[in-house]
T-cell receptor, first 114, second 111 residues
Framework: GQNIDQPTEMTATEGAIVQINCTYQ??????LFWYQQHAGEAPTFLSY????GLEEKGRFSSFLSRSKGYSYLLLKELQMKDSASYLC???????????????FGKGTKLSVIP | DVKVTQSSRYLVKRTGEKVFLECVQD?????MFWYRQDPGLGLRLIYF???????EKGDIPEGYSVSREKKERFSLILESASTNQTSMYLC??????????FGSGTQLSVL
């Protein structure tokens, strides 16, 4: 089964740093994705972690601890355009089928204020 | 750039109608997915396919079926639409073990 938990909403100030946490319980875990979704648009890929540790990509970084079932997305130097929902998505491998599927958390709606 | 195209942006149907939602991708991806997204519930996986003519149930397959006759096309079928199937439907595709690319979505209203 799957259980994914992330905060529903967060507010942060332009130029600041914000950390969005995600905990998960995923059988057959095989990596974790973060997606960004602006209102009325489709989700777009932000980052992917399969090994423990930090992956840095410009202003965005993502961390994974497999043993703790925990990940976070770190956004630095916040800009107004970062106001969006951020979706945590653990991937699991389907046993015997050789296929993968992503299950998404409900998302964290981030509001960046001046 | 990968392109995932969903045939309609908005669709209005009547209860009991048979509804087809079409999705086409142009990157020769093996895997295709159908999700629905509802406020407060997030994205939920309906069905997915990892090869032509192959399909697997996701977390909420009840009331839906799918068809994948060609690699580039994945169709979602609502055999008899009901009001609780009013939702935003998102199609996605991926190569093996890779990230998902999403279409723009179809907002379906069932009256």
């Amino acid at each position: 089964g799957q259980n994914i938990d992330q905060p529903t909403e967060m507010t942060a100030t332009e130029g600041a740093i914000v950390q969005i946490n995600c905990t998960y319980q995923t059988s057959g875990f095989n990596g974790l994705f973060w997606y960004q979704q602006h209102a009325g648009e489709a989700p777009t890929f932000l980052s992917y972690n399969v090994l423990d540790g930090l992956e840095e990509k410009g202003r965005f970084s993502s961390f994974l601890s497999r043993s703790k079932g925990y990940s976070y997305l770190l956004l630095k130097e916040l800009q107004m355009k970062d106001s969006a929902s951020y979706l945590c998505a653990p991937r699991r491998e389907n046993s015997g089928a050789g296929s993968y599927q992503l299950t998404f958390g409900k998302g964290t709606k981030l509001s960046v204020i001046p | 750039d990968v392109k995932v195209t969903q045939s309609s942006r908005y669709l209005v149907k009547r209860t009991g109608e048979k509804v087809f939602l079409e999705c086409v991708q142009d990157m020769d991806h093996e895997n295709m997915f159908w999700y629905r997204q509802d406020p407060g519930l997030g994205l939920r996986l309906i069905y997915f396919s990892y090869d032509v003519k192959m399909k697997e149930k996701g977390d909420i397959p009840e009331g839906y079926s799918v068809s994948r006759e060609k690699k580039e096309r994945f169709s979602l079928i609502l055999e008899s639409a009901s009001t609780n199937q009013t939702s935003m439907y998102l199609c996605a595709s991926s190569a093996d073990s890779e990230k998902l690319f999403f279409g723009s979505g179809t907002q379906l209203s069932v009256l």
